[in-house]
């Protein structure tokens, strides 16, 4: 590819981008109603996100520079940017399990505070304080939000939010009836949503210890796939040479689409699906849309 080629293809590039945003600015965006987590800094994020494009872009010049392909050095650009997507997840997935174990341990301390003859007001307070650190943030905004004496339904559905897990919902959910209802059969509801979340922690544990040797495998496959390119590219220009004209290109923008897909399959597999969340909380007005039914469901 000679450097005309490559010149009209930035160019084109970078026409079109500027086309695509200005269509965006024209039409707008839809404004998403995300849930409010306490367990998400939104500065940290965008920084990390920053720091990600920076260094997706650095990678593609130098591939860029190097190599002089167009479409290579947007390739691994994309996938330095988004290598914690593609590689990563052990780390949100053991999040999500010691989250799961911490909610199993404060439900059964609950259940057995509750057993006491405590009300909810001061069985919560009593139990925040030895409570794991994955939800103890959580719990002590709980804590707080009673100590200034907003109600109990209202605190229970934004603890709820700040959390942000469905398994934290069923939970959340069995609280808020019983603080609305003040009905008997709390205790022997929360022990079972405690036995179900020992369950769940089991399974989950089971296929996290599975999923670990398929993000190994990808890990492996992409690792070995990168460095024989860069070995040809660097020391076997040659044989190379014919992906430096324009139908070569095209061939490389295939090879490596159909490379993508296979990619993405594989970290499909790695990957645990959870559940949607059914408790949906809002600070004016608290609704509880399936929770009820369900809670009903295992009142009944």
């Known amino acids: 590819m000679n450097d005309r080629t490559l010149g009209a293809l930035l160019c084109g590039a ?24 306490l367990f998400r800094n939104r500065s940290a994020e965008n920084r990390k996100n920053l720091i990600r494009v920076g260094v997706g872009i650095g990678v593609g010049l130098l591939v860029l520079v190097v190599t002089r392909w167009l479409v290579l050095a947007a390739a691994l650009g994309l996938l330095a940017a988004m290598a914690d997507r593609f590689f990563g997840g052990s780390g949100e997935e053991r999040r999500a399990i010691d989250r799961l174990e911490a909610l ?48 109990l339904p209202s605190a229970l559905m934004r603890f709820a939010d700040d959390l942000d897990d469905p398994s934290a919902d069923l939970i959340v959910a069995a ?73 070569g290109q095209v061939v490389l923008l295939v090879v490596i689409a159909l490379y993508a897909l296979g990619l993405l399959w594989l970290r499909r597999l790695a990957k645990i699906e959870v559940p949607e969340r ?10 509880m849309t399936r929770g009820e039914e369900r809670m009903e469901v295992v009142n009944g």
């Open 14 to 37: 970078v026409v079109g981008g500027a086309v695509m945003l200005l269509i965006i600015a024209i039409r707008g965006t839809e404004r998403r109603d995300e849930t409010p987590s």
């Open 104 to 151: 199993a341990t404060w439900t059964e301390a609950l259940r057995d505070t509750i057993a006491g003859a405590v009300g909810l007001e001061q069985a919560i307070p009593a139990t925040a304080i030895n409570a794991a650190p994955a939800i103890k943030p959580g719990l002590n905004l709980l804590v707080d939000r009673l100590r200034i004496r907003e109600p």
């Open 175 to 247: 609280l808020v009836l019983n603080a609305r209802l003040r009905g008997p059969g709390l205790r022997e509801v929360l022990s079972a949503l405690a036995d179900s979340a020992r369950e769940e922690l089991d399974v989950r544990r089971k296929v996290a210890a599975e999923r670990r040797s398929t993000r190994r495998s990808v890990q492996v496959v992409v690792a070995v796939t990168l460095i024989m390119a860069a070995g040809l590219v660097l020391f076997n220009p040659t044989y190379m040479a014919p992906y430096t004209s324009f139908i």
């Open 278 to 287: 059914f408790l949906i909380g809002s600070t004016n007005n608290q609704r």
